[in-house]
Structure formats: C-alpha cells, structure tokens
C-alpha cells in the first residue's frame, strides 16, 4: 500500500504541476482554456469554476493529463471568441504556452532542491572503506578511511556528492583525478579509472562496481542490545559483555562473533567474555534461522556502537536562501543536461538500454524513497520532475517538444506546417512512444524477475 499510494501522490504532483503550467501560461496570454484533466478518458467527476466555465476533471486513465484550449482546428468558435483561440495567437504565444507545461516540472524541481538547500540534509562522510583488489578504486591507490572532497576539482560535501560526480564521470569514460584526505591526514590526488565500466555497468550500483564502498567502523565484539527471551539473553549474556574468544578462537571485531555464531546453527558455542573486566564462560546454543536458503545461527544479539563515532561519520549541509537558489537551478540544469546527454548515448549504443525505466520501476522505487523518509521521497519526486520535463521537450510528435518544433518550422518558412505533414507526424510519434513503451515495461518485467 505504500508503494501504491507514493506512486500515486508522485503521478499526481508530476501531472498537475505540469498541466497547471500550460493552464497558467494559456490564461496569461488570453486564450480560454475549454477542460483541465487529470488522466485521460472518461471524466470520473468534473466540476466547473469561474467566468470562463473551465471543466476540471479527473478520467479513468491516471498516467497523463491535457488542457483544452478553445481552437478552431477542433470545433466551431463563436466570432466574440476568436481572438481568444489557440490557433489565432502568435508563434511565440504558442510556443510559451506549450514549453509552460515541461519548465513548470523544472521549476518544481528547483523548488524543491531550494527546499533542501535551505532547510538542511544530513547527508554520509565521503570516507570510503578499503576497496576490493584489483577494483579501479585499489588500482587508483584509495584505502579504508581515505576521505573524498573533490572529484574532477568539482567539491564533494557527502556521499551522495561524490555518487552523482562519479556516475557523470563515469558516462564519460577516462580517469578522474579524486581529491582526498588519507587516513595519516594528508591530502593527496587519486587517479580513478572509470573508463573500465561497460555500457551494460551504468545501471546499478556504479560506485560499487569501481571499488568505492562507504566506510564501515570496526565494532569490537561488545554486547549492546539482546532481544528479550532470545537464545544470548537465556544463556545468561548482559550488556556490556565483551566476547573474547569462541570455542577457544579469539575473536576482534564483532563481525568475528557473527560469523562464528552463523556458521553453527543449533550447535553448543562456549563464549568466553569479560564482564567488568573479570573472564567468564557462558554456553550458547545458537538458534536455526533460515536466510536465503541457508539455515544459519543467531543469538539475539546486537553490538554496542559509540554514538560520537556515529555523529562523526555524518555532516550536515544546508546554505543561505539566496545560494541555495543558485545551486538548485544548477543542480536541475546538470540533472537535466545528464538526462540529455543519457538519452543520446543510449541511441547510439554507448549506454546500455536497461537504463530506460517504466511506471512499475518507477512506483517501485516512489515506494521504497517513501518508506526512507519524506527527504528520500521528495529527492525522487524532483528527480522524476526533471525526467518527465526532459522527455517532453524532446522533439517527438505528440509531445511538447514536436509541437515546438512544428512552431519552429512555422517561424521558418512563414506559415504553419500542412495537415499531411502534421498528420504522419503523429503516426511516427505514436510509433516511436509505443516503441519506448516496449522498452520501458521489458525492463520493469526484467528488474522485478531479478529482485
């Protein structure tokens, strides 16, 4: 149900800030707007409101909407109301009228990153943990601990900084040099290769696949919490209970214990601890759990983490209201560059199709932002914000954009594009949306078999 209801608070702010952008841009330039819907199809409920009578609707097919506009091209116009026609309006009032729709996605995407420049975010270090061998980030010289704050001298202030930075980089190709702070406190540059990764790489977790993983504290093998009536809590275990050894093999780090403890499902572990600093011996019999097909132990047992070590790995960022506006605008403009630029390399190969997403993977994620937190879940909804205003301005006939090229070519040549041309225009439109279509539920389908 969470899932259902983001992707349907999601599909209803996308629809609505983008209609009420071609509504307000057609009241300002004088046309009459006939009908504002949200969905298409058969109205559910409608009402009308002030002197124009403009119908608002909601149809039975939620995933769009449309303004009507008075038009001669759809109906006869009373003579007192042509000058208020669509079709009677200039090229350039056509063309603020149809762009409003895609710049009032943009600018509620500017809105909202204003919101979280303004208010705040608590975002992760850029500390990364030791890379796997023979990753791009090992070959590039980072180690566990090494602190990130430029990536190509563009700064880096959290992890979702340098997660962005990488992934624009990485559609690149080459090496990126990473400003960073070693582990000794020095400051050093880092050549990262990104060059390696295959066009069918770009989807997914791009930092883990180049060897960049956040930092992760080593926890000693201390009690913290035990679940009340557990397997540690019966055995006679207490907070504070520092495991030394297990079975006689001593144990560092907590995940240490853990692995003991899984790797013995339902079979006697002796413990031996320190509590108040006095050794102790306490016998476990781990319980039988069933975890991806595996059965494993467990104990009920959960580590005592420094709340100071927690608070260091964390950083807040936020700015004064007048320079988060300067980096919402540009934090939408690179998005949306980004997009283009993705679009692009997808039709000529570079990047892997699989990148194309549809409704299901949309609402997947709209639920799982959702259940992160309003912060996560407005972050998507500009997100798609950007999405949705790039892929209408894209020159395609049905979309805002092949209108405006329709526009254009009538400021060209001097007068509007004929029927015919318009006419086989929508048939290719339609044919190429249907073709993304394809695309886009083919690779939902695929995600959900994979996951």
Known sequence: MTTLWAFIIVIGVLIVAHELGHYWAARWCGVKVLRFSIGFGKPLFSWKVGADRTEWAVAAFPLGGYVKMLDETEGEVAPEELERAFNRQTVGKR??????????????????????????????????????????????????????????????????DLRWQLLRQAVEGGVVPLTVKTGQGSEATRQLDVGTLSPDEMDGDVLGKLGLLPFQPVLEAVIGELVPGGVGMRAGLL????????????????????????????????????????????????????EKGHMIGRIGAAPWVDQRMV??????????????????VAKTWDMSAFSLEMLGRMVVGQVSLKNISGPLTIADYAGQSARSGWFSFLSFLALISISLGVLNLLPVPLLDGGHLMYYIAELIKGSPVSEKTMAVGQQVGMALLALLMVFAFYNDINRLIAN
Not at 250 to 278: F, M, N, T
């Open 239 to 290: 907070r504070g209970d520092k495991v030394a050894a297990v079975d006689g093999k001593a144990v560092y780090r907590w995940e240490d214990l853990v692995r003991s403890v899984q790797e013995h499902p339902g079979q006697p572990l002796v413990l031996d601890i320190l509590r108040k600093g006095q050794p102790l011996s306490i016998t476990v019999v781990p319980a039988r759990v069933e």
């Open 95 to 160: 063309m603020f009228i149809v762009a409003a729709g895609p710049l009032a996605n943009f600018a509620l995407a500017i809105l909202l990153y204003w919101f979280f420049f303004v208010h705040g975010f608590v975002g992760l270090r850029a500390v990364v943990a030791e890379p796997p061998p023979a990753s791009p980030a090992a070959m590039a010289g980072l180690h566990n601990g090494d602190v990130v704050s430029a990536v190509g001298g563009e700064p880096v202030a959290a992890w979702q």
């Open 311 to 328: 608070e260091s790995l964390f950083v807040e960022v936020s700015y004064p209201a007048h320079v988060a506006l300067a980096k919402a």
